[in-house]
């Protein structure tokens, strides 16, 4: 099964809308996080909507997108009954904004101690102006395969050891899940994808330390 969930900012941006029956979390009612205040895995805790401008990210590249968002929030009036200013609404990014500058956003609407709706698409750390260099840290060796696509039984095409700058080519960057794992396209030293890992995973790429 294959997943496109970041994309350059020039491509088709594909975001998930989730309509399906309500999500429940280990949560108290009227927190998501819980009395533990632990994230998820690959994900930061989840934070009110009055926090997003402090959270140094950017989101929203496409008409897509942002059409997409605002399918959410009627969804969540309607199956809510509230107004969107009663509503509260919380988000959340995954780990991979801070690390390599490119990552999801997953907003939510609580009601009743739980999320009846969530939308995720591509988020971006805004604080930065351009990512074009991100350094190879393979947490299950001291290289990673380059392949022609992005999947495991692609043809390799070369290899990128720890300590490698790779340029992934665009700001966003590209990235397909795969099975369970998550794909970066990259145009240098050589051209391909390379695995980073699962979303939940430490991944295996960061941000290059700027001068």
């Avoid at 690959?42 to 909507?49: F, I, M």
């Avoid at 690390?99 to 750390?125: D, L, N």
């Amino acid at each position: 099964m294959k997943k496109i969930f970041y994309i350059g900012i020039t491509s088709i941006l594909v975001s998930t809308l989730l309509l399906s029956l309500p999500i429940s979390v280990n949560a108290n009612t009227s927190n998501p996080n819980g009395s533990s205040r632990k994230p998820q895995p690959g994900w930061t805790l989840w934070r009110p909507k009055a926090e997003m401008k402090k959270a140094d990210f950017s989101a929203g590249f496409s008409n897509m997108e942002l059409g997409g968002y605002l399918d959410f929030e009627n969804a969540c009036a309607t199956t809510s009954g509230l107004p969107q200013e009663k509503i509260a609404y919380w988000f959340r990014l995954s780990n991979s904004v801070k690390r390599m500058g490119t990552g999801q956003v997953e907003y939510g609407c609580w009601v009743g101690g739980r999320f009846v709706h969530t939308f995720s698409s591509t988020a971006i750390k805004a604080s930065l102006r351009d990512v074009d260099c991100l350094l190879v840290n393979s947490r299950s060796g001291n290289s990673l395969a380059v392949r022609s696509e992005p999947r495991e039984n692609s043809r390799q095409v070369g290899v990128v050891t720890n300590s490698t700058k790779v340029n992934p080519g665009s700001f966003p960057a590209s990235v397909i899940q795969t099975d369970g794992n998550n794909w970066v396209a990259i145009t240098s030293p050589l051209e391909g994808w390379i695995s980073d890992g699962s979303p939940t995973s430490e991944g295996n790429l960061t941000l290059c330390r700027r001068k």
